[in-house]
């Protein structure tokens, strides 16, 4: 039997893609290994948010060509959307993927074994008439939530990313399609679904439908308990949007909002397309909607031309709305972007420094938002054992996605359960 190994860098769409492939491949008769050992195809499901990413990319390509030189070596996704030339001349790389191609992953595999020579299987993602891929999945890696890509590509051009030229423009899957997946895995016995995808809340602005009505759709699936939402941007929180998820009880009272600064100058140099205020407002509709959401954020530090009096700008927002938990990013320079080429860039020991004391006050935050549910009975997804100082546990997630652990023999994997929170 043929052997494959999968490798997978960056987000939770990438990640779902990478199943969807070892899927194919199992399904065409694969045996899959782990990365590290022997195997007849390597297949490194690849990232370019940043340029650390490509060479993370780079050196997992060559690592495979190292561990078996007579594999089948396959290169896909970001990385070679955004560098396909440097890509293609790379001699350790056999065969070329890009986005929106990865269903063909397949017939480039039997097309190589013929021929004997390099496949590229890129297109021309940025020229408006690509449609959605569909993949599907009968199972995750996870064994309690599934993660479920229901859309790809971006159209917000933000200075500091490349993902638009990446990913292309948003194509987004049809309910009836989403709806068929999530009914096989709450078959396979998954109670959670994460909607996932590289711009969610432009869902539906390709073909009419939209997120709020996916979701109202997806509730009515038997065996799906939970539905919790991925990163969101601000301008989808409406009063309407708000109320009608809290008639909904499967979902999460989890939200992802995107910040990225809590200086209006800063996000107007990221081409964010609201203002701190107008973030404010969103946060105020969900907290007068539900009884306590868990609102959490990514934030990036240094980004150019950052002024003290801007990063104090941010500090002082964050404190004002009160995250759950903040993700901090160092801005990194990505070649291609107009970010890259700004003036005033920022040096890395000051990102450092603001970073430390951005991740300080996040810290204090969470402890305030999960103190909330002391004393109080929460429902948990449990997930897995682990072991706290010689004793076994259980740990899970309640719905905004607070971990709890309790002690127990029990094997309590994939049970919703009420316990007293302490």
Same mark, same amino acid.
């Given at each position: 039997m043929k052997k494959a190994a999968l490798h997978n860098l960056g987000c939770k769409v990438n990640a779902y893609e990478t199943e969807a492939m070892q899927q194919m491949l199992e399904e065409a008769g694969y045996e899959i290994v782990p990365f590290h050992e022997k195997a007849d195809i390597y297949i490194v499901n690849t990232c370019s948010v940043t340029n650390i990413a490509d060479r993370k990319s780079r050196q997992m390509l060559h690592r495979a060509k190292k561990l078996n030189p007579d594999s089948i070596v396959i290169a896909a996704g970001c990385y070679v959307q955004t560098s396909g030339e440097k890509a293609a001349q790379d001699d350790r790389i056999d065969i070329l993927i890009g986005n929106n191609r990865k269903k063909d992953l397949l017939r480039? $595999?039997?097309?190589?074994?013929?021929? /004997?020579?390099? &496949?590229?299987?890129? $297109?021309? $993602?940025?020229?408006?008439? &690509?449609?959605?891929?569909?993949? /599907?999945? %009968?199972?995750?890696?996870?064994h309690t939530r599934a993660f479920l890509k229901v859309q790809d590509g971006c159209n917000q051009f933000c200075s500091y990313c490349i993902i638009p030229y990446a990913r292309g423009r948003v194509r987004s899957r049809q309910i009836r399609d989403v709806e068929a997946e999530a009914r096989e895995l709450a078959e396979g016995? !998954?109670?959670?679904? =994460?909607?996932?995808?590289? /711009?969610? #809340?432009? !869902?539906?602005?390709? /073909?009419?439908? #939209?997120?709020l009505e996916l979701i109202q759709r997806l509730h009515e699936i038997p065996g799906i308990h939970r539905i919790r939402l991925g990163s969101l941007e601000p301008g989808i929180i409406t009063e309407t949007f708000a109320r009608e998820l809290s008639k909904l009880p499967k979902v999460c009272p989890h939200f992802h909002l995107s910040l990225q600064s809590g200086s209006a100058s800063v996000l107007k140099r990221m081409n964010r397309r609201y203002t701190p205020e107008e973030y404010r407002e969103k946060c105020e509709i969900i907290r007068k909607v539900f009884e306590h959401p868990a609102i959490t954020t990514d934030i990036i530090v240094g980004f150019p031309g950052e002024t003290e009096e801007e990063f104090e700008e941010t500090m002082a927002f964050v404190q004002d709305i009160h995250f759950y938990e903040i993700h901090v990013f160092k801005y990194s320079k990505r070649q291609g972007t107009k970010a890259a080429v700004m003036p005033d860039? =920022?040096?890395? %020991? =000051? %990102?450092?420094?603001?970073?430390?004391?951005?991740?300080?006050?996040?810290?204090?935050?969470?402890?305030?938002?999960?103190?909330?549910y002391h004393g109080k009975k929460v429902s948990v997804l449990f997930e897995e054992g682990e072991e706290i100082d010689g004793i076994r546990h259980m740990k899970g997630f309640t719905p905004e996605y607070v971990k709890v652990s309790i002690p127990t023999e029990e094997n309590l994997e994939n049970k919703i359960m009420e316990v007293e929170f302490s």
């Open positions: 480039l $595999i039997r097309e190589y074994q013929q021929q /004997h020579r390099v &496949q590229d299987g890129c $297109i021309d $993602i940025n020229d408006g008439k &690509q449609e959605y891929e569909e993949l /599907h999945l %009968k199972r995750t890696g996870e016995g !998954y109670q959670e679904i =994460v909607l996932t995808g590289i /711009h969610l #809340s432009s !869902y539906g602005l390709d /073909h009419g439908e #939209s997120l860039q =920022v040096p890395e %020991k =000051v %990102k450092n420094e603001r970073s430390a004391r951005l991740m300080e006050a996040a810290e204090e935050m969470k402890n305030e938002f999960i103190s909330w």
